[in-house]
């Protein structure tokens, strides 16, 4: 299947600082890319959805201006947590759609953790 | 009502037990129906679509029932590596992917 990578797979930082998660869709252009958020023994729930070159889409109670998502290419988003605070700490996990089909492929996903 | 519920476990069985999990969910208009495995700090799987004839994989059997609005999952022969959470997933009305908060299964030899 198609391979969605992100980078870091783990960081670990201070609060009130910022953090940048990368989305990258391997072999295949993404032309739909999502952010999800899990937290222990807790189903994923989606955040936002973005598309390539248009603004992202966030679901409801989700802080546009905390979580900043910027899809410029076919190929990458980013997800960065603004002034990270300790109830931030989760599993942030994307997924990428490309141009055919319906299927969406989940990177491995990045582990935040804010003291 | 919540839009999908399972039972969180865990499910401890013998290895070769057969195990079985359902999930129900609350909009009949939901469709497009999987079973995901997520290992412990892991992204999740897709395991297997759901159709409605119920279909096979191997040891893996998946049910749909849309007049109770329930999916199922069953195991056959559990193999030690079965031991993951099992998250019921279904495209919602609106298109997007909904995550059951998963079935924990801890497989013993």
């Known amino acids: 299947g198609a391979v969605v990578s992100q980078h870091p797979s783990w960081v670990i930082c201070k609060s009130g600082t910022s953090v940048k998660i990368e989305c990258r869709s391997l072999?295949?252009?993404?032309?739909?890319m999502f952010w999800y958020r899990q937290f222990p023994k807790q189903s994923l729930m989606l955040m936002a959805t973005?598309?390539?070159?248009?603004?992202?889409?966030?679901e409801q109670g989700v802080e546009k201006d905390k979580f900043l998502i910027n899809h410029a290419s076919l190929t990458l988003s980013t997800l960065t947590v603004t002034s990270a605070h300790p109830e931030d700490s989760s599993f942030y996990i994307c997924?990428?759609?490309?141009?055919?089909?319906?299927?969406?492929?989940f990177g491995p996903g990045t582990r935040l953790t804010v003291l | 009502r919540k839009e999908v519920e399972q039972d969180p476990g865990p499910f401890n069985v013998p290895e070769g037990a057969t195990v079985a999990f359902n999930c129900t969910y609350s909009n009949s208009a939901s469709q497009s129906f999987f079973w995901y495995r997520q290992d412990c700090r892991k992204e999740p799987k897709l395991l297997m679509s759901v159709y409605s004839s119920g279909n096979e994989d191997g040891r893996f059997t998946a049910q749909l029932n849309r007049a109770s609005q329930y999916i199922s999952l069953l195991i056959r022969d559990s193999k030690l590596s079965d031991s993951a959470t099992y998250l019921c997933?279904?495209?919602?009305?609106?298109?997007?992917?909904?995550f059951g908060q998963g079935t924990e299964l801890s497989v013993k030899p």
């Open positions: 997924s990428a759609r490309g141009v055919i089909g319906n299927e969406q492929f």
């Open positions: 973005s598309n390539e070159g248009s603004k992202a889409t966030y």
């Open positions: 997933v279904f495209y919602n009305q609106g298109g997007k992917l909904i």
């Open positions: 072999d295949f252009q993404a032309t739909t």
